[in-house]
């Protein structure tokens, strides 16, 4: 069955644009979470979706966002872009009450 | 405070030494600690989960020993690869029902010379 996919792997913003960021998780996982990982803070819980509603939200910004689809497909939005998102996206998905979350490679963003 | 940390952040081993990798956590209220392993270029893997309620359990080649009483999760690693090399994150679930939130700890680089 195929695993996370997260697209794109890589991405180069300037300051002050948006991006935004989508996740597939494994088939039949309802449930999807976000996460920033940087050297210094390392992995930091952005949020999570469960069939189409924010369940769990960590402490970031509001200019940190996302949104689930009916087909539990996810998308994160970040907007007015700073030099300290720089960091690697991830996003994983798991199934109801399960202990183990599947990771995506990630998606490295780089903001100028 | 919620939070989960790592007492070193980077351990070296010879290849077919066994390794500790440490962890302190300071929520009681956790009812899984879970080890995960993250290769370099590639999201995290989960490796094994202990229930709160128990204090060791082992799987291939690995052991997670959970000592409540200190806040204190270990993972061992027995007869350490140089395929081992990895960042290891230590997290704890929190929550009830079917919403559970998962906190990481920052990491331990492990690193095993041939």
């Known amino acids: 069955k195929a695993g996370v996919t997260q697209t794109p792997r890589y991405l180069i913003k300037t300051r002050g644009q948006q991006v935004t960021l989508s996740c597939s998780p494994i088939?039949?996982?309802?449930?999807v979470s976000w996460y920033q990982q940087t050297p210094g803070q390392g992995l930091q819980f952005l949020f999570e979706y469960f069939s189409e509603t924010q369940r769990n939200k960590g402490n970031f910004p509001g200019r940190f966002s996302g949104r689930q689809f009916s087909n539990s497909r996810s998308e994160m939005n970040v907007s007015t872009l700073e030099l300290g998102d720089s960091a690697l996206y991830l996003c994983a998905s798991s199934s109801t009450g399960g202990t183990e979350a599947f990771f995506g490679q990630g998606t490295r963003l780089t903001v100028v | 405070g919620e939070s989960v940390g790592l007492h070193l952040p980077t351990l070296s081993v010879q290849e077919g030494d066994n390794s500790i990798i440490n962890c302190a956590y300071s929520?009681?209220?956790?009812?899984?600690f879970i080890w995960y392993k993250q290769e370099s270029g590639k999201g995290p893997q989960f490796i094994i989960d202990?229930?709160?309620?128990?204090d060791k359990r082992q799987g291939q080649r690995v052991t997670v020993l959970l000592n409540k009483t200190v806040k204190h999760l270990s993972l061992q690693i027995a007869a350490t690869q140089p395929g081992d090399s990895a960042v290891y994150f230590c997290a704890e679930r929190r929550g009830g029902g079917s919403n559970y939130k998962l906190t990481f700890g920052k990491g331990t680089l492990l690193t095993v010379n041939p």
């Open positions: 929520n009681s209220a956790s009812d899984y």
């Open positions: 088939s039949g996982h309802r449930s």
């Open positions: 202990i229930r709160s309620n128990m």
